[in-house]
């Protein structure tokens, strides 16, 4: 256990709804990232900080907002959410860049109706 | 953009059988990952590898840089391995990961 938590777990929302996901961690690690998993595609970077208030885009980037006010929370908002931001979101952690482990969140299941 | 190719994308397998998953990717790189996705479940670091050989109990990871192509072995299949296995490396923004698209293994008892 990484010290990782996500919330919500699950939620069901209507499209064109604002949703927020949250990311907690414990461990004080600099580097934080944003991934959504969907079937036939793998895991794929949204965003990713690299300090507080220090954050940049990944790759399916569009539709998505972050921000990171403090080291242990990072948030990840869909601003107007879409059927096709249906997925699953990982928060991951890792105290340096790639040649350190990354930690994963336990995954907050999203759905758009 | 690194491209990680896994193969193969499924594997049934019977209890006991030795089991091999690759991955290759098309630039080169500081360390590669693997990690497993138990059905419903998070995603778990098995192994972090920049040369050589890494083992953990029946698992074995192997890399070779030059040719841009990692392994991942099972020694002694049981049931409990039955995952996803994924294959990652770095690239995706402040060393951010770029996947595989993962190996579904099944262990049959």
């Known amino acids: 256990d990484a010290g990782i938590t996500q919330s919500p777990r699950h939620k069901v929302t209507e499209t064109g709804t604002p949703v927020t996901l949250r990311c907690h961690q414990t461990?004080?690690?600099?580097?934080m990232y944003w991934y959504r998993q969907d079937p036939g595609h793998g895991l794929r970077l949204i965003h990713y900080s690299y300090g507080v208030k220090d954050t940049d885009k990944g790759e399916v980037s569009d539709g998505y907002s972050v921000s990171r006010s403090k080291t242990e929370d990072f948030l990840l908002t869909l601003e107007s959410a879409t059927s096709s931001q249906t997925s699953v979101y990982f928060c991951?952690?890792?105290?340096?860049?790639?040649?350190?482990?990354?930690?994963f969140g336990p995954g907050t299941r999203l759905t758009v109706t | 953009k690194n491209e990680v190719e896994q193969s193969p994308q499924n594997l049934t397998a019977q209890e006991g059988e030795f089991i091999t998953i690759n991955c290759s990717y098309s630039?080169?790189?500081?360390?590669l990952h693997w990690l497993q996705q138990h059905p419903g479940g998070g995603i778990v670091s098995l192994f972090m590898l920049s040369s050589g050989k890494k083992k953990h109990g029946r698992l074995i990871a192997t890399i070779n840089i030059q040719e841009k192509h990692s392994s991942l072995h099972i020694t002694a299949s049981h049931p409990r391995d039955s995952a996803v296995y994924i294959c990652a490396v770095p690239g995706g923004g402040a060393d951010g990961l770029t996947f595989g698209k993962g190996t579904h293994l099944i262990i049959q008892p």
């Open positions: 630039v080169g790189i500081s360390a």
């Open positions: 461990e004080n690690h600099r580097y």
């Open positions: 991951a952690i890792t105290r340096g860049g790639s040649t350190y482990e990354q930690y």
